[in-house]
């Protein structure tokens, strides 16, 4: 069970959009929709803000949004503001979890 | 509104066994999953394990050999014991509440604040 694989850094401007894909096989984002996106802030549990590829829980702004294609998911960002900035990590269940990478998003 | 609280030795020695428990408060136990997840310093996050509340359990294949998660449900408590550690298993220890779609296990919705464990001889 490899980890998911996720770009070390993504950065944009206050304002901008910037997409992190997560990318995995057909047995785990591939296979299922069960992906989810965590938001890690410095020393901070991770927060959940989407599930099932696509879902928002209730209180995360709508400037996140979730998407699935293949085997590969992506988290975009848009209006990117600077709180924004922190680590983000996907997370897929099929069967087992198993978790990305983790991507820093710099806001510049 | 559900808590979780993470409590625990912070420092064992190599071969030790790891034993952390997690109590549930402000919500109900019963009918969820509940699973640990571990982050070692400066790393990403690994998932560890979970149980049912019915005792039902699932294991990352990759620790499955070392790794035990319980539930006391009259006590609101679940468990993680990990044996025969290593430095490798230096990590800060999360327990979390698994959301599930509607039976299937999907994210992880509450989270602890953590806890750290640290091995070393």
């Known amino acids: 069970q490899s980890a998911l694989t996720q770009p070390r850094s993504v950065s944009g401007s206050p304002g901008q959009s910037v997409t992190i894909s997560c990318t995995g096989t057909?047995?785990?984002?591939?296979?299922?929709?069960?992906v989810s996106w965590y938001q890690q802030s410095p020393g901070k549990a991770p927060k959940v803000i989407i599930y099932d590829v696509n879902k928002r829980p209730s209180g995360v702004p709508d400037r996140f949004s979730g998407s699935k294609s293949g085997n590969t998911a992506s988290l975009t960002i848009s209006g990117l503001q600077p709180e924004d900035e922190t680590d983000y990590y996907c997370c897929s269940y099929s069967g087992s979890f198993v978790f990305g990478t983790g991507t820093k998003v710099t806001v510049l | 509104q559900v808590q979780l609280q993470e409590s625990g030795p912070g420092l064992l020695k190599p071969s030790e066994t790891l034993s952390l428990t997690c109590t549930v408060s402000g919500g109900s136990i019963s009918s969820h999953y509940w699973s640990w997840i571990r982050q070692p310093p400066g790393k990403g996050l690994e998932w560890i394990g979970y149980v049912y509340s019915s005792g039902t359990t699932n294991y990352n294949p990759s620790l499955k050999s070392r790794v035990t998660v319980s539930v006391d449900t009259a006590k609101k408590q679940f468990s993680l014991q990990l044996s025969s550690v290593i430095a490798a298993d230096t990590a800060l220890y999360y327990c979390a509440r698994v959301f599930s779609d509607p039976i299937i296990p999907a994210a992880f919705d509450i989270w602890g604040q953590g806890t750290m464990v640290t091995v070393s001889s």
């Open positions: 057909s047995s785990d984002v591939g296979g299922y929709n069960y």
